[in-house]
T-cell receptor, first 113, second 114 residues
Framework: KAGVTQTPRYLIKTRGQQVTLSCSPI?????VSWYQQTPGQGLQFLFE???????NKGNFPGRFSGRQFSNSRSEMNVSTLELGDSALYLC????????????FGEGSRLTVL | GENVEQHPSTLSVQEGDSAVIKCTYS??????FPWYKQELGKGPQLIID?????GEKKDQRIAVTLNKTAKHFSLHITETQPEDSAVYFC?????????????FGDGTTLTVKP
């Protein structure tokens, strides 16, 4: 069974640009969550999508957005990039029911120059 | 909202020793507490979890204990091996909602010296 796939794995952008990251969940999983991981900050919750609807949202500015498609694949977008957006962005999928294990991808490492 | 504090931030042990990582949480509604292990260059992977109706759970060399009254839970690794070296994260979420929105601790970097 294929795991969670995130693309691209690495990317470099400059301030002011925008970026789109993609996540393909495990087959059958309907929930996709996004987390930002920075050194010393742990994993910060961005948002969660379930059946194409945003079900939960973390405390990030509106520059961070996402969407989910009918096949459960998800994308997140960051507009007007800032230096502080440099981080590892992790996607996690789950069946979407109550509780339960999150299955993480290997992440997309974004560097903003 | 929920706040999870994790200690220590770094932990170094000799191979064969035990390692203990502790977490505290603030929201009494939280009742699902997973632990994830993240190896270099990889995403976090669940190693053990516990729900609030259980005080302790064990899986081979790994165990987790939960004290709901004190709002803290701990990860115990016995007979540590070099391959246990990784970053460990605790998390908390209300079980009566989806796990997609979990609150994580800041992580503990465990180093097991051969």
């Amino acid at each position: 069974k294929a795991g969670v796939t995130q693309t691209p794995r690495y990317l470099i952008k400059t301030r002011g640009q925008q970026v789109t990251l993609s996540c393909s969940p495990i087959s059958g999983h309907r929930s996709v969550s996004w987390y930002q991981q920075t050194p010393g900050q742990g994993l910060q919750f961005l948002f969660e999508y379930f059946s194409e609807t945003q079900r939960n949202k973390g405390n990030f500015p509106g520059r961070f957005s996402g969407r989910q498609f009918s096949n459960s694949r998800s994308e997140m977008n960051v507009s007007t990039l800032e230096l502080g957006d440099s981080a590892l962005y992790l996607c996690a999928s789950s069946l979407g029911g109550v509780g339960g294990e999150l299955f993480f991808g290997e992440g997309s490492r974004l560097t903003v120059l | 909202g929920e706040n999870v504090e994790q200690h220590p931030s770094t932990l170094s042990v000799q191979e064969g020793d035990s390692a203990v990582i502790k977490c505290t949480y603030s929201d009494s509604a939280s009742n699902y507490f997973p632990w994830y292990k993240q190896e270099l260059g990889k995403g976090p992977q669940l190693i053990i979890d516990i729900r609030s109706n259980v005080g302790e759970k064990k899986d081979q060399r790994i165990a987790v204990t939960l004290n709901k009254t004190a709002k803290h839970f701990s990860l115990h690794i016995t007979e540590t091996q070099p391959e246990d070296s990784a970053v460990y994260f605790c998390a908390a979420s209300p079980y009566n909602t989806n796990a997609g929105k979990s609150t994580f601790g800041d992580g503990t970097t465990l180093t097991v010296k051969p």
